[in-house]
Nanobody, 123 residues
Framework: QLQASGGGLVQAGASLRLSCAAS????????MAWFRQAPGSGREQVAA????????HLSDSVVGRFAFYRDNAKKTVYLQMDSLKPEDTAVYYC??????????????????WGQGTQVTVSS
């Protein structure tokens, strides 16, 4: 089970940190990802991280502004979002991909999804 938190309403240029906590004892076997879905749009992947955290892939729309990292001891991943823009407004979902190697699995279909957390950026 994945539990996302940390969303909110902020002004453009502000920062937020999303967290996604996992239950169970197999967290380190999963590559993790964040997706987002804006109103009227499809779901877009914004970030992926390998099992160890050593490999991170960010989408072009967020590279240089977002950072993705994980703490396997705490079974939690974090999406640090800086310099937020109104176009970042979306429901953000964390997801898990069962991984048999330490690649980021960016683009892979997730095996599990968390509930979404709303991020709203006002101009």
């Amino acid at each position: 089970q994945l539990q996302a938190s940390g969303g909110g309403l902020v002004q453009a240029g502000a920062s937020l940190r999303l967290s996604c906590a996992a239950s169970g004892d197999t967290f380190s076997r999963y590559a993790m990802a964040w997706f987002r879905q804006a109103p009227g749009s499809g779901r877009e992947q914004v970030a992926a991280i390998s099992r160890s955290g050593g490999l991170v892939h960010l989408s072009d729309s967020v590279v240089g502004r977002f950072a993705f990292y994980r703490d396997n001891a705490k079974k939690t991943v974090y999406l640090q979002m800086d310099s937020l823009k109104p176009e970042d407004t979306a429901v953000y979902y964390c997801a898990a991909v069962l991984a048999d190697n330490d690649s980021s699995y960016y683009g892979a279909r997730p095996d599990y999804w968390g509930q979404g957390t709303q991020v709203t950026v006002s101009s």
